[in-house]
């Protein structure tokens, strides 16, 4: 057990809460296909607001395209640790690697897909 780790419920939301937003400020600082996302997901915004045709919608594009987000957090994470291990070749780390970015691309394919899909039927 981690002995600097709070104890009670509310610490321990704002203990994670903590790591959780100095995550976000070590991917974005690190990981420039992070921040490229981040603007494109603000650059949205407003073409998400024009297509929706009501709030369901709007959440639905914007849920695509943090998926992307989330993607990309987790492929940073497979990535940070295995350098911790090492950096010379293995085929499994570069499997591992390969998956993560893999996810990636399946989250934007969803994501393409969704946005597609709202902008056929808003023009059909």
Same mark, same amino acid.
């Given at each position: 057990? /981690? ?6 419920? =509310?610490?321990?939301?704002? +203990?994670?809460?903590? /790591?959780?937003? #100095?995550? +976000?400020?070590? @991917? ?16 949205? *915004?407003? $073409?998400?607001? =024009? $297509?929706?045709?009501? =709030? ?5 594009? &914007?849920?695509?395209? $943090? $998926?992307?987000? @989330?993607?990309?957090?987790? /492929? ?12 010379? !070749? !293995?085929? *499994?780390?570069? #499997?591992? #690697? ?5 996810? @990636?691309?399946?989250?934007? &394919? ?5 946005? *597609?899909?709202? &902008? ?5």
């Amino acid at each position: 057990m /981690n002995p600097r780790a709070p104890r009670s419920e =509310w610490a321990r939301i704002v +203990y994670a809460t903590h /790591n959780s937003l #100095k995550g +976000y400020r070590r @991917v974005w600082l690190d990981e420039a296909a992070f921040r490229t996302q981040v603007v494109g997901l603000i650059a949205l *915004l407003p $073409l998400a607001a =024009w $297509l929706a045709q009501s =709030w369901f919608r709007f959440g639905l594009l &914007i849920a695509a395209w $943090l $998926l992307v987000l @989330v993607a990309e957090l987790g /492929n940073s994470a497979i990535e940070a640790a295995l350098d911790r291990i090492g950096r010379e !070749h !293995h085929e *499994l780390t570069a #499997k591992a #690697k390969d998956a993560g970015s893999a996810m @990636v691309m399946t989250a934007m &394919i969803i994501a393409g897909l969704v946005w *597609l899909m709202a &902008i056929i039927e808003g023009f059909g």
